[in-house]
């Protein structure tokens, strides 16, 4: 039976007491849109992880979102950080690595936080983004791969691989689908999510991928995928579930572009920073952060 997906609205909470546990409620939102009060357990965190997409300016912009992020971590320290792609502008040179990546991360990168990356269309213009991949500070053991973290797996794509022109007798991107069912068919995770570049669902200047749409979507549903982390366009967004699965769009990491808002759009913004995942026993909390270390969106997955 697939998990229900459910959102905060951000109404704050009541902490009470039952069997000698602390709990607290929070009003939520359902994909059927009707509010509802559930109790959540004030439990720990068993995982927290960021999201940065679209950052390799090596500009103030960028800089601006590390020194936030660095931050959020000394008051909340996360051990991961999942990059969207476009890690270097203008066209993937890993010889821009240390002015984009190295020193704007490098507090971060001195306190252990493990960055994983996936291309961007930016990233596949220099050899497909092969040198990226080589580099051990992205820690991209392969074009697209899967690793886990406490209840969480993660599933990192590439999606320039649906807009390439393949070579005779040969369909990368299909390949790449049928891996990731296998690996999804395969896995017992509490929670399943998938990152890559390109937007399935945006309100943003490249709207919806239909092709993406058509292809991934239902195997996110198929599989119970909660969660789609995307970057590609440059700003904010947080979907209400889509078959019951949310997708949150994290470009904003270092320069920006407007975006509207869509029937299922939950919340857009387009403003710079980064988003943050807090990880409990039953559920997910998504929050969005600025420059200014704000939270101006939050939503909760169960």
Do not use: C
């Amino acid at each position: 039976m697939k998990r229900r997906t459910l959102f905060a609205l951000g109404l704050g909470s009541l902490v009470t007491a039952v069997g000698g546990r602390s709990l607290y409620r929070r009003g939520i939102i359902s994909a059927l849109g009707s509010a509802q009060d559930l109790t959540f357990q004030q439990d720990e965190t068993v995982l927290r992880f960021a999201a940065i997409g679209d950052v390799g300016t090596g500009h103030r912009g960028q800089y601006a979102v590390a020194r936030a992020m660095n931050r959020h971590w000394r008051r909340s320290p996360f051990p991961l950080t999942l990059m969207t792609g476009d890690n270097i502008y203008s066209a993937g040179e890993i010889e821009k690595v240390n002015k984009v990546f190295e020193r704007p991360y490098a507090n971060l990168l001195q306190n252990n936080v493990k960055f994983r990356a996936v291309l961007g269309n930016h990233d596949f213009q220099t050899n497909r983004g092969i040198d990226q991949i080589a580099y051990s500070g992205y820690n991209m053991p392969a074009r697209y791969y899967t690793f886990s973290q406490q209840s969480v797996q993660f599933f990192a794509l590439d999606t320039n691989l649906a807009k390439i022109q393949n070579q005779p007798g040969e369909d990368l991107w299909q390949e790449q689908l049928e891996w990731l069912r296998k690996e999804l068919e395969q896995s017992s995770a509490r929670w399943k999510v998938v990152f890559g570049h390109h937007q399935v669902y945006s309100s943003g200047r490249y709207s919806s991928d239909i092709q993406l749409v058509r292809e991934l979507s239902p195997i996110f549903s198929e599989y119970g995928v909660q969660l789609y982390i995307n970057g590609h366009e440059h700003h904010y967004e947080r979907t209400n579930p889509i078959n019951g699965t949310t997708y949150v769009t994290s470009g904003n990491g270092a320069k920006l572009r407007p975006v509207g808002s869509s029937g299922w759009t939950a919340h857009a913004s387009s403003q710079l920073g980064f988003t943050t995942f807090s990880v409990y026993s039953d559920r997910m909390v998504i929050s969005a952060v600025d420059t200014s270390n704000r939270i101006y969106d939050e939503g909760v997955l169960l």
